[in-house]
């Protein structure tokens, strides 16, 4: 059975799991569906077409599917996604989608939202996901499996953050990032791949070692990076993470790639 505080507010037509807890003094709109043996600790408001997995634990103060943070809203009952075994700490926010982004929100499973991390509108965040204090999105982001994002770093509007990529704190990310990229600085830069978290994928050193050798002939080798792009294309067999961030840069559309600071007048 699912336990309800008396303080809590559950509008008709709200769907709560098995063995769920909704505690003190939530809110839950009526078009929410919560999964089995969530933990809502209490203070916690719930709207919009919210779905939320099973085994999610979410502190107080958070606030899930509120309407999208755009000037274009008007009104629409969009929707947010997130997925199972997520912890979601104290004043977290996401945001539902809107109608001209695809009208929802995904977040993966097995996240966890350190205090007052946002997540905007139409955002599209991996599974095991690590969001430090304070760390933001902008609508229509895109967030790869195994992404970390350093306390206070901000992601701006349509950027893409490829997989198992590592942002420091107090980044202001501007770029794409490629997968398994090493990213730092007030206005973010690249400074190498995330090598500590390539080693707990289980990447061998001669799997290491040749992911470096595509990195550096990428993006320290000579020429303009155009040239450079093109003559790496056939490393692409050589490892599937080449062939990843390979596939990654060919698919950009908004954004300029988030590149070393030595590197930015030779794109």
Same mark, same amino acid.
């Given at each position: ?19 769920? &807890?909704? !505690?003190?003094? %939530?809110? =839950? @709109?009526?078009? /929410?569906? *919560? #999964? ?99 760390? &933001?999105? !902008?609508?229509? %982001?895109? =967030? @790869?499996?195994? /992404?970390? *994002? #350093? ?117």
């Amino acid at each position: 059975m699912s336990t309800i505080d008396p303080t809590a507010r559950i509008e008709d037509g709200a769907v709560i799991g098995e063995g769920t &807890t909704i !505690g003190p003094y %939530c809110v =839950i @709109g009526s078009h /929410v569906v *919560i #999964g089995a043996n969530c933990k809502l600790i209490a203070h916690v408001h719930v709207t919009a077409q919210t779905t939320i997995g099973d085994g999610c634990i979410i502190y107080p103060f958070v606030s899930l599917g509120t309407p999208p943070q755009a000037l274009s809203y008007r009104g629409e009952l969009t929707r947010l996604e997130i997925g199972r075994d997520c912890t979601i700490r104290e004043q977290v926010t996401m945001n539902a989608g809107s109608a001209g982004g695809g009208g929802v929100t995904r977040v993966g499973d097995r996240g966890y939202f350190m205090n007052c991390a946002h997540v905007g509108h139409d955002c599209q965040v991996g599974n095991d996901v690590i969001f430090a204090t304070s760390a &933001t999105l !902008g609508g229509h %982001c895109e =967030i @790869g499996d195994f /992404v970390f *994002i #350093g306390g206070l770093s901000a992601v701006h509007q349509r950027t893409r953050i490829g997989p198992q990529v590592m942002i420091g704190g107090v980044c202001g990310v501007r770029g794409d990032v490629i997968p398994f990229g090493l990213v730092n600085g007030q206005y973010a830069t690249l400074e190498g791949l995330n090598i500590i978290g390539m080693k707990r994928r289980k990447f061998t050193r001669d799997r290491l070692a040749t992911v470096r050798l595509f990195y550096q002939k990428l993006f320290h080798g000579p020429g303009i990076f155009a040239e450079r792009l093109s003559a790496v294309q056939p490393m692409a067999k050589d490892d599937p993470a080449i062939g990843e961030i390979l596939a990654f840069i060919g698919r950009g559309a908004h954004r300029a790639l988030c590149l070393p600071a030595d590197n930015r007048h030779g794109q």
